[in-house]
């Protein structure tokens, strides 16, 4: 069974005095499998941030639903909505989210304090993840200590440690620099072959060539998706070039 369905979304926005409304997806349909990589691309305004948001249980579709391991989100009460995002979902945003009055071990520890989780746990979570992310050195130190390389990682830990069933990435390399770009993909790569499901939403080719698969959304449906199946990073990074090309000309088939 798939890990993540959506059917038929649709969002539709109003403005502010009720007219001209803005349709922002139409109609996306797309799988994601346990363990899978999926990167999401397309230009502005093509809906992928709203497509996210509603991933993320923050926004609720107009039509169609949302299925997290067969349970669809709409069936979750507002007042448990919270609990429901801590407890399934890990989130990965551009500027990283972290709280400067809280120690990088603090940071990490949040969802879990707030999930009740007693220190013996919290401690034994997150030993093997600041390992694997190479911050254990860094607990003590505060965000402001460290680079936004660092940064990430240490948001990549504090989105890992509650055992979510899929992590969600907002543009997570869109701050970093080229060289710290290059190891937070390295990491996404490590903790996808630990058996880690990822949706990210991107704007970066090299980010998304990175990716098992990469969808493109144009005018609010997914347009075309590639798979990358024995091509190299290289060979990813060309083709969603070209496909990038054709969505930003108005082609409308990709070969």
Same mark, same amino acid.
């Given at each position: 069974? *798939? $890990?993540?369905?959506?059917?038929?979304?649709?969002?539709?926005?109003?403005?502010?005095?009720?007219?001209?409304? /803005?349709?922002?997806?139409?109609?996306?349909?797309?799988?994601?499998?346990?363990?899978?990589?999926?990167?999401?691309? %397309?230009?502005?305004? #093509?809906?992928?941030?709203?497509?996210?948001?509603?991933?993320?249980?923050?926004?609720?579709?107009?039509?169609?639903?949302?299925?997290?391991? %067969?349970? *669809?989100?709409?069936?979750i009460p507002e007042a448990k909505m919270?609990?429901?995002?801590?407890?399934?979902?890990?989130f990965v945003f551009q500027d990283f989210?972290?709280?400067?009055?809280?120690?990088?071990?603090?940071?990490?520890?949040?969802?879990?304090?707030l999930a009740q989780k007693n220190h013996?746990?919290?401690?034994?979570?997150?030993?093997?993840?600041?390992?694997?992310? %190479?911050?254990?050195?860094?607990?003590?130190?505060?965000?402001?200590?460290? #680079?936004?390389?660092?940064?990430?990682?240490?948001?990549?830990?504090?989105? $890992?440690?509650?055992?979510?069933?899929?992590?969600?990435?907002?543009?997570?390399?869109?701050?970093?620099?080229?060289?710290?770009?290059?190891? $937070?993909?390295?990491?996404?790569?490590?903790?996808?072959?630990?058996?880690?499901?990822?949706?990210?939403?991107?704007?970066?080719?090299?980010?998304?060539?990175?990716?098992?698969?990469?969808?493109?959304?144009?005018?609010?449906? /997914?347009?075309?998706?590639?798979?990358?199946?024995?091509?190299?990073?290289?060979?990813?990074?060309?083709?969603?070039?070209?496909?990038?090309?054709?969505?930003?000309?108005?082609?409308? #088939?990709?070969?």
């Open positions: 069974m *798939p $890990l993540l369905e959506v059917k038929h979304l649709k969002k539709i926005y109003t403005t502010r005095f009720g007219n001209n409304p /803005v349709e922002a997806l139409k109609d996306v349909n797309f799988t994601v499998e346990p363990g899978e990589y999926v990167a999401v691309m %397309g230009e502005s305004g #093509s809906g992928k941030t709203t497509l996210l948001n509603i991933l993320a249980a923050l926004d609720r579709p107009t039509g169609g639903e949302v299925l997290l391991a %067969g349970t *669809p989100t709409s069936a919270a609990a429901y995002r801590r407890d399934n979902l890990g989210n972290l709280l400067d009055t809280f120690s990088l071990r603090d940071n990490i520890y949040l969802p879990l304090v013996t746990e919290m401690a034994a979570r997150l030993e093997p993840i600041a390992k694997q992310l %190479g911050i254990a050195d860094l607990l003590d130190k505060y965000p402001y200590e460290i #680079s936004g390389g660092q940064k990430q990682r240490v948001a990549v830990a504090r989105a $890992l440690i509650t055992h979510p069933q899929l992590v969600l990435a907002d543009e997570p390399t869109g701050a970093l620099d080229s060289k710290a770009t290059e190891s $937070l993909l390295h990491v996404f790569e490590e903790i996808n072959k630990a058996g880690q499901t990822i949706v990210m939403v991107t704007h970066s080719t090299r980010a998304a060539s990175h990716a098992g698969r990469v969808l493109f959304i144009k005018d609010g449906v /997914v347009f075309h998706q590639l798979y990358r199946g024995e091509h190299t990073s290289a060979e990813m990074f060309q083709k969603i070039s070209e496909t990038l090309t054709v969505l930003t000309t108005g082609g409308n #088939s990709v070969e």
